[in-house]
């Protein structure tokens, strides 16, 4: 099972791979490119080495681009390998994914191949998954669409944990060598249009010829391209539109002119839209399809500029980044998921519960008065506006937070609403661990998380803290109905679970705690923690008793 730190971690290597994957986008050039592919790997996967090989016009790889040493990238850095020798390194080892590992124990017959390499001698691994000097992992770089064009490829050497790349480990690097791909294909095709560009201002003599390298870089790129109008009535207003683009957006070329980019933006996107600016403004956003569906993609601007008359046209570069969305909403929903049940995690369970309460203690106990002001604006407790009463202490860092408080009548309730807190600790759960093994274990969290999340409300949050404990928040709860609820919840466990033909049993712990503004993330479970301790003692061992 994961531990506690493991989503943290995750999260911070999502944040790194998301940073190196950003500055692909920003190198000037192609060699800029290229060493920023070799940069980013050593910078945000955390290996010591990478190398970019880059595939030359007459099909052989050569050493474009090294990090992470002087002395080797002096040595290689230029060198030429055969595209024989590589495709053989490419069908060898072991396949994951889309990159290539080759064991130590397979890869000595490479040693005297034409491709360049650097290696270093070192003792045999000591477990299975130890790094050995003489592995080798490779990432293939293809071009977008269905040919799958080899681009180059991408070695890596000495991870810093010195084990072999897990799942998480390969993924990232797989969906790091697309995007380079990508920013590969892209420096390519901004260096075309930049030379086609100075060309139309340098050289009005070959006016047509340039006209005609536009045409062609813009008709077949294999990323969307568009030229709108630039000034008066009809500024925005698409001019031309590529085949890519209008196949990324199910509309054809004709009804594409009749539209600008603010009318096929999604409505959420429009701001970030207006925000970007003309001269070399970038943007992430949705543009709708003709089937009422939605595609992230990211726009890059350049303005077609006559010498005379000034901007005439705006170029937009439109780059489909749908599957790099999606991946990076996978990726954050493990890091803040439970592996296991996939309830939210005890990070992003504290992330919410945060996000609720402030530090500002006993804000929410109003005067009679102030109550009967707060009940014009705020259902739920007191609202700070926009601070203009000085003598109240209210705005600054609180200003628009709706503060919660708890019942303070106990058992009894008094007619509060807040955020109740439920801490589940199962009964009986070590002994079905110990008896049938962490398989059968592992079944019944899956169904008592199931269970719980059947019993709760939309809106509600089931989390997994960790072993067999989970957290329950509930907004708009009395006393009575948090009672109420952790009953519900416990009845719903208790009936058997079955796993492979066996019936096995658990009881369930509920402690209430409160969420209350003036407390922290921590005092809140540890006070719900505590009541459930104190309700589990309060039963019989035959009655938690459970298996």
Not at 231 to 240: F, I, V
Not at 260 to 277: C, K, Q
Request: proline share 4%; hydrophobic share 40%; charged share 25%.
């Amino acid at each position: 099972m994961e531990t506690e730190s493991e989503p943290y971690v995750r999260l911070a290597t999502l944040r790194q791979l998301h940073q190196v994957v950003a500055d692909l986008n920003t190198a000037r050039s192609l060699a800029d490119t290229l060493q920023t592919v070799a940069d980013g790997i050593v910078a945000g996967l955390n290996y010591e080495l990478a190398c970019v090989n880059l595939v030359r016009p007459d099909g052989d790889l050569v050493v474009a681009a090294f990090a992470g040493s002087p002395a080797a990238e002096a040595l290689i850095t230029g060198r030429v390998g055969s595209r024989a020798s590589w495709e053989r390194r490419l069908s060898m080892g072991v396949a994951w994914g889309d990159l290539r590992f080759i064991s130590h124990t397979e890869g000595w017959v490479l040693i005297e191949d034409d491709v360049p390499q650097w290696h270093t001698e070192g003792p045999a691994p000591r477990f299975e998954d130890e790094w050995h000097p003489h592995d080798r992992l490779y990432a293939p770089m293809y071009a977008s669409g269905s040919g799958r064009e080899l681009l180059g490829v991408i070695s890596v050497d000495r991870p810093r944990n010195g084990r072999h790349p897990g799942p998480w480990g390969q993924e990232a690097l797989q969906m790091y060598a697309s995007q380079s791909a990508i920013a590969i294909s892209n420096a390519r095709l901004r260096a075309n249009m930049q030379r086609a560009l100075v060309r139309l201002e340098r050289e009005q003599q070959a006016l047509r010829a340039s006209e005609e390298s536009f045409r062609q870089a813009f008709e077949y790129a294999p990323s969307g391209m568009a030229i709108a109008e630039m000034g008066g009535d009809q500024h925005g207003r698409l001019l031309r539109t590529n085949d890519a683009l209008c196949r990324l957006l199910g509309r054809p070329a004709s009804i594409m002119r009749r539209y600008s980019f603010a009318d096929l933006v999604h409505p959420e996107d429009i701001g970030t839209l207006l925000r970007t600016s003309a001269e070399g403004g970038r943007a992430e956003l949705r543009l709708g399809r003709r089937d009422g569906t939605y595609v992230w993609v990211s726009l890059r601007n350049s303005v077609v500029a006559d010498t005379a008359d000034g901007p005439r046209f705006l170029l937009t570069h439109v780059e489909d980044i749908e599957e790099r969305k999606r991946h990076e909403l996978q990726l954050a929903h493990r890091a803040s998921h439970d592996a296991l049940t996939g309830l939210p995690n005890s990070a992003e369970l504290r992330s919410r519960l945060s996000a609720r309460i402030c530090e500002r203690p006993n804000a929410a106990r109003a005067t009679e008065a102030e109550n009967l002001d707060a009940g014009y604006d705020a259902p739920y407790g007191h609202e700070h506006g926009f601070g203009f009463g000085a003598a109240t202490g209210a705005g600054g860092p609180y200003d628009h937070h709706v503060h919660i408080v708890a019942p303070t009548g106990g058992e009894v309730d008094d007619g509060t609403k807040g955020l109740a807190v439920l801490f589940c600790d199962l009964d009986g759960f070590k002994s079905i661990n110990d008896r049938f093994g962490h398989h059968t274990g592992d079944a019944v969290l899956i169904e008592v998380a199931r269970r719980l999340t059947t019993g709760v409300r939309d809106g509600d949050t089931v989390a997994r803290l960790g072993g067999d404990e989970f957290v329950v928040l509930a907004d708009g709860l009395g006393a009575a109905d948090a009672a109420d609820l952790a009953v519900r919840l416990r009845n719903a466990i208790i009936p058997p679970i079955r796993v492979d033909g066996r019936a096995v049993r658990v009881g369930a712990s509920f402690g209430i705690g409160w969420a209350e503004c003036g407390m922290t993330v921590e005092e809140v479970l540890n006070s719900a923690d505590q009541r459930m301790y104190i309700e589990k003692r309060s039963r019989s061992k035959i009655h938690r008793r459970a298996g």
